[in-house]
């Protein structure tokens, strides 16, 4: 008679197991060679020592075979392709009346995913790209690791936008999203069975969805949120007005859009410059008219970053625009021109110098705006 310990296991694709084979004997004393007499579900059957299922991409056999001294082990080899599910193997020998079975359970092996900033933000975010951070606080290291740990494993990774995310309105926008790069986008699992590249972010903020994928398996996806820290919006306010929305980056006028955040200084100081003009231009009593307030038109993005826009404000706007470069960490605000009296500008712009922006732009030739800078 034959016996199997264990009857049941279980094993990863790719890997292999043993049984230990017991023979118990009546009268017969010669050896005793075993046999594979099949391995279902594959409905194969096999008279013999060794077996080799391609269709499976199982090897099965013994060590030793012949049996002297009444003990052996069947070896179960599978391969990465080893189609995953529960498969009985019918075993016998030369003078056995009662066949054996024993059941081994094909599982594929685990990933694991994870995504480590090299120099995380308070958040555990990501820095944007060339916004004045150390390059570290752009990247992340991407691992993936295979139990059971086995080298050559292909994994590849991808990473995808996240649509409406960071204050840009997906569908309003033409050409490749900025989503980053990897130094390396695909390879094999090394010896401890891991597999790692470094993932740097875009310019552009956002999340950002990092997948992985072995063979044609996936494995995985994990989220980062890529950004610029601390930024706060502009509420409104009854000396000033809120312009400058597009369909890319929508605002509106006395309301809070997602093109007026900065830091709180900046937010400060603009409040500051508003209170200013007022009181010069509308002292006590008199109340400032919607159409004199001061218009604070593009300042950053809620999540800070590249701030691409185009002339025309109702037109989709390209990912690879260049405009707006400075308006990226929330230092930035242009303020409009357009109903700001001549005769006013000059004290206008003693009070961006005694607020905090000595270093504005004056570009109301070229763009009907000055560009301040709260450095």
């Given at each position: 008679m034959?016996?199997?310990?264990?009857?049941?296991?279980?094993?990863?694709?790719?890997?292999?197991?043993?049984?230990?084979?017991?023979?118990?004997?009546?009268?017969?004393?010669?050896?005793?060679?075993?046999?594979?007499?099949?391995?279902?579900?594959?409905?194969?059957?096999?008279l013999s020592e060794t077996t080799s299922d391609s269709s499976l991409g199982i090897d099965a056999y013994f060590n030793p075979d012949p049996v002297v001294d009444d003990s052996s082990e069947l070896i179960v080899q599978t391969s990465p392709s080893t189609p995953e599910g529960t498969y009985l193997i019918t075993i016998s020998g030369t003078e056995v009346i009662q066949p054996a079975t024993v059941t081994v359970t094909v599982l594929p092996p685990t990933y694991t995913l994870t995504v480590t900033p090299k120099k995380s933000l308070a958040d555990g975010s990501l820095r944007t790209a060339s916004t004045g951070k150390p390059t570290e606080y752009s990247m992340a290291e991407v691992k993936v690791t295979r139990t059971p740990a086995t080298p050559g494993s292909m994994i590849s990774l991808s990473a995808n936008r996240i649509s409406n995310s960071g204050g840009h309105i997906e569908d309003k926008h033409t050409g490749t999203p900025p989503v980053g790069g990897f130094n390396q986008a695909s390879g094999t699992t090394d010896i401890n069975g891991v597999f790692r590249a470094m993932y740097t972010a875009p310019a552009t903020s956002g999340e950002i969805s990092i997948s992985a994928n072995s063979e044609d398996k996936e494995i995985g996806s994990k989220d980062v949120l890529v950004k610029v820290s601390g930024l706060v919006p502009l509420a409104s306010g009854t000396n000033y007005r809120l312009t400058g929305g597009t369909v890319a980056h929508p605002s509106g006028d006395d309301q809070t859009g997602i093109n007026h955040y900065g830091t709180p200084e900046t937010v400060t100081h603009l409040q500051a410059i508003a209170a200013a003009y007022e009181e010069m231009f509308y002292p006590g009593p008199i109340i400032i008219p919607a159409q004199s307030r001061l218009k604070f038109n593009d300042m950053s993005l809620p999540y800070g970053g590249k701030f691409e826009v185009?002339?025309?404000?109702?037109?989709?706007?390209?990912?690879?625009?260049?405009?707006?470069?400075?308006?990226?960490?929330?230092?930035n605000c242009d303020v409009s021109s357009s109903n700001v009296p001549r005769d006013r500008r000059t004290e206008?712009?003693?009070?961006?110098?005694?607020?905090?922006?000595?270093?504005?732009?004056?570009?109301?030739?070229?763009?009907?705006?000055?560009?301040?800078?709260?450095?």
């Open positions: 034959l016996s199997a310990q264990p009857t049941s296991q279980n094993i990863i694709q790719g890997e292999s197991v043993a049984y230990a084979i017991n023979l118990t004997r009546s009268n017969y004393v010669e050896p005793v060679d075993l046999v594979i007499l099949s391995i279902t579900p594959s409905q194969i059957g096999f185009v002339s025309n404000s109702s037109a989709p706007v390209p990912w690879n625009a260049s405009s707006h470069n400075e308006h990226r960490i929330g230092i206008l712009v003693n009070i961006f110098i005694n607020n905090g922006s000595p270093r504005f732009l004056d570009e109301t030739s070229s763009s009907n705006h000055w560009h301040l800078r709260f450095e």
